[in-house]
Nanobody, 123 residues
Framework: QVQLVESGGGLVQAGGSLRLSCAASGRAFSSYAMGWFRRTPGKEREFVAGISWSGSTTYYADSVKGRFTISRDNAKNTMYLQMNSLKPEDTAVYYC????????????????WGQGTQVTVSS
């Protein structure tokens, strides 16, 4: 079993930056594709970014391309989301997820989810 815990959320002004972290337990961490989703009250869950187990392949939603960067450090059992040029519409609870394939991770059909971390961007 894999346990995921997000951190790094907070309040930031538009144009600012935040770095989210997702710490994973379990020796099999490096074998999972991982990524990020976000959810705002009244809106559907939205895919943000994904990364293969090796880190060689990444995917981004069009809304965050050029602003967000996903990465992972398997030696530290940690995945990151660097968020730059933040906009008020980025305000959401951000969740990390993990699954056995990138296709399942990107669809949100994942075996494991974190508890979420709040990101609020003021205008």
């Amino acid at each position: 079993q894999v346990q995921l815990v997000e951190s790094g959320g907070g309040l930031v002004q538009a144009g600012g930056s935040l770095r989210l972290s997702c710490a994973a337990s379990g020796r099999a961490f490096s074998s999972y594709a991982m990524g990020w989703f976000r959810r705002t009250p009244g809106k559907e869950r939205e895919f943000v970014a994904g990364i293969s187990w090796s880190g060689s392949t990444t995917y981004y939603a069009d809304s965050v391309k050029g602003r967000f960067t996903i990465s992972r450090d398997n030696a530290k059992n940690t995945m990151y989301l660097q968020m730059n040029s933040l906009k008020p519409e980025d305000t959401a609870v951000y969740y990390c997820n993990a699954d056995e394939s990138m296709s399942r991770q990107r669809r949100g059909v994942s075996s494991y989810w974190g508890q979420g971390t709040q990101v609020t961007v003021s205008s």
